[in-house]
């Protein structure tokens, strides 16, 4: 982007926000936000900007695809504050976040793997009744038996929002359906894992709104899409905001 610099390396607001697609309003806000260091003043007491203010601009928008825009804020304020140790280890944060996220992604896509191959139909099965089956699903006895737990398990994983049986209207039995059957799979699957119930609950909030694994499958691949989009983003951001650290002092 062009610097458009005036007499004497001196930018005015308008200046630097047109060479970077912004509202003098927005250099303004961020410079009151940290994210610029303090504007020189003219006698008549106008902003003035240099060049080390285009870098630190130029930074932060590099950074916030990566880090999002909090996340880069608190590291150019860090920088501008001269607390170059605290953006680093909020830099490190965003990364360790990055690797989280990229690990759960890999979680549920061995979940999903996992899943499929146990639920596959084996050659010749039919449509015969599971014991402990009722006509439109399964009771949390057998389902547990099933899985290896504990029915008290069960029980823990529908207090989490995990599974949904309906009831029994007759016997108040639970009765576990096709869709909560994969679901109470899948959180075993992510369980063995080791995943917190509460980290699994919105996974499996998504594949309800996905309509189903096949759906996921598609969504998870747009995760891993986003991820890497992300990575991407943090390398630029990083060379942007070297470049700013060299010219910052």
Not at 197 to 207: G, K, N, R, S, T
Request: hydrophobic share 35%; with cysteine.
């Amino acid at each position: 982007m062009g610097r458009n610099l005036q007499t004497g390396d001196r930018l005015r607001p308008v200046d630097l926000a047109r060479g970077h697609g912004l509202s003098t309003q927005a250099v303004r806000n961020y410079e009151e936000a940290g994210v610029l260091p303090a504007a020189g003043r003219t006698p008549h007491g106008y902003r003035t900007y240099t060049s080390l203010h285009a870098g630190a601009l130029r930074a932060f928008l590099a950074l916030v695809p990566g880090h999002g825009h909090q996340g880069a804020t608190s590291i150019m304020r860090a920088v501008n504050q001269g607390a170059v140790d605290e953006a680093f280890r909020l830099i490190d944060e965003s990364h360790a976040q990055l690797l989280d996220d990229r690990r759960t992604l890999q979680a549920v896509q061995s979940a999903l793997r996992d899943l499929e191959s146990t639920t596959a139909p084996e050659p010749g099965a039919g449509s015969e009744p599971v014991a402990g089956s009722g006509p439109g699903g399964t009771f949390i006895g057998p389902l547990a038996g099933r899985l290896g737990i504990r029915p008290a398990t069960l029980r823990k994983w529908e207090r989490a929002g995990l599974v949904r049986p309906r009831r029994d209207p007759g016997t108040g039995y639970r009765v576990y359906d096709e869709a909560d059957v994969r679901d109470a799979r899948l959180a075993h699957q992510l369980r063995r894992g080791g995943y917190l119930l509460e980290q699994i609950a919105p996974l499996l909030a998504q594949v309800r709104a996905a309509g189903g694994l096949e759906p996921l499958e598609a969504a998870l691949c747009g995760w891993h899409g986003r991820l890497s989009t992300r990575g991407r983003a943090m390398l630029t951001g990083a060379a942007e905001l070297e470049a700013y650290l060299r010219e910052h002092g």
